[in-house]
């Protein structure tokens, strides 16, 4: 099992990540002309093309990458979409170096792999800007998904990963109260989101629509609080009007709230906690004050947010945590529906149906058998790529007993038929 750990794995010891599951590549780039420098983790691809965004930060790792593409490896499989697992990232700041240079770079060194076993989309510092740079330079629409709607895109800057995780905070909710699990009146519960990017942003403003109560949000900049309820359609609105004079606008940069410093978020009292920053923000040194706010429930919108750790004190404390790649699979379900053509009406009911049943599918299994949902939906992914990898290596006789010893729904089949 791979531990989510914020230390880094060093160079010399990535072959310490390969296991029963993958990596099958991690590549190194580097380019002379603008010196950019990144990374492709293809984890499996037995279940189809690696599907991963790129991260464009100056943090990031060929670790923090590996966990990202382990994590994409699973979302794909638990959310049934013919992809793999794999991800990207370029190291640096977007905001300080030639952003279309380096995409192009970067696009250029792994164009070998793309689209046929690695197929991109945005991610944390990307946009669907960097999606067109990225098809055009590898000379294929199918190269990438998130790009414009001029391209045929269905960009991720319409929230798809926000209305997922909306959907699924929305179905944990009404699940938990139904069987008496959480001491929380779902229309009462004080939430908070951490990070107010792409998805946080959209998580605020359909939970908002559904009625639902955030008190606080942050960024990199600062965090804004109200106890009783923050005014998301505002907030957003003057965001996007700041977008006029500033390119990124952030928190800071709205006038008429009372700021705090970012970190104050992990103080406030609240009964649900999203995560939509970035990786391991939930971790030893956060957790208790997190406890301490009295969260009874985490709902992952960010990708590994919470290390092994962490999530190891919150379960002792009894606070449920819904993972990732259950919950933030919006984005990717979205995805799929612009790689086979679809419209974006197609991608938000698509999502709606898919984060609806997978999310009480698993928190069913999870109440049944008392285990965490982490565990109950890893189990299920790893179920279907491990038939997938029997069915690659041809063990057609192997794969088929398993198909037939488990759930696979056949009437599915003839009712299509
Ligand atoms: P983004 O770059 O649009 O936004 C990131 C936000 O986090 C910004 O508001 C930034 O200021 C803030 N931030 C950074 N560090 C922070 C910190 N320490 N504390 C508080 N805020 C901080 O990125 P995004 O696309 O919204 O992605 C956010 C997370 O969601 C990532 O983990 C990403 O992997 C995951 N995710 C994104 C998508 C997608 O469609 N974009 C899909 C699935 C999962």
Redesign the pocket.
């Known amino acids: 099992m791979v531990l989510i750990t914020s230390s880094k794995v060093e160079l010399a010891d990535l072959w310490s990540l390969a296991d029963e599951w993958g990596p099958e590549k991690i590549i190194l780039v580097y380019d002379p002309d603008t010196k950019m420098r990144g990374v492709l983790v293809i984890d499996n691809t037995a279940m189809g093309p690696g599907k991963g965004?790129i991260?464009f930060q100056p943090t990031v790792t060929p670790y923090e990458i590996f966990l990202?593409a382990r994590t994409m490896t699973w979302k794909c499989a638990l959310a049934g979409l013919p992809f793999g697992g794999a991800k990207a990232g370029i190291i640096g700041d977007p905001a300080k170096v030639d952003r279309v240079a380096w995409v192009r770079a970067f696009a250029k060194e792994i164009k070998p792999y793309v689209p046929l076993q690695y197929v991109a989309?945005?991610?944390?510092?990307t946009t669907e800007m960097d999606m067109a740079i990225f098809a055009h330079e590898i000379g294929d629409m199918k190269a990438c998904t998130?790009k414009p709607v001029e391209l045929g895109g269905i960009p991720?800057e319409l929230g798809?990963?926000g209305y997922g995780v909306s959907i699924a905070l929305d179905t944990t909710l009404k699940l938990m109260e139904k069987f008496n699990l959480l001491d929380i009146d779902p229309k009462e519960a004080k939430i908070a989101i951490?990070?107010?990017?792409?998805?946080?942003?959209y998580t605020a403003k359909f939970l908002d629509e559904l009625g639902y109560k955030i008190v606080a949000v942050?960024?990199?900049?600062a965090c804004i609080y109200d106890e009783n309820g923050l005014d998301i359609p505002k907030i957003m609105k003057e965001l996007r009007k700041l977008r006029r004079t500033i390119k990124i606008p952030?928190l800071s940069d709205l006038e008429g709230y009372g700021k705090e410093p970012?970190?104050k978020?992990y103080n406030i009292p609240v009964d649900i906690f999203i995560p939509?920053?970035?990786?391991f923000?939930i971790n030893e040194e956060t957790v208790p004050s997190l406890i301490s706010s009295g969260v009874k429930l985490i709902v992952e919108?960010?990708?590994?947010?919470t290390t092994s750790a962490a999530e190891k004190i919150l379960r002792d404390k009894g606070v449920w945590i819904i993972p990732?790649f259950l919950v933030?699979?919006?984005?990717?379900i979205g995805s799929h529906i612009e790689y086979i053509g679809g419209t974006e009406k197609q991608a938000f009911d698509y999502i709606r149906y898919k984060i609806t049943n997978n999310v009480r599918r698993i928190l069913m299994k999870s109440f049944e058998m008392g285990r965490w949902p982490r565990e109950v939906a890893l189990e299920v992914a790893k179920n279907r790529v491990r038939k997938a990898m029997l069915l690659r290596a041809g063990a057609i006789e192997v794969a088929t007993e398993a198909y037939a010893r488990e759930e696979y729904d056949y009437s599915f089949e003839s009712e299509e038929s």
Do not use: K, Y
């Open positions: 965004g991260r990202l989309a945005t991610d944390m510092g998130g991720h798809t990963t951490q990070g107010f990017g792409n998805v946080g942003s942050n960024d990199v900049s952030e970012r970190d978020i939509a920053a970035g990786s923000t919108a960010a990708n590994i947010p990732d933030n699979a919006g984005g990717v």
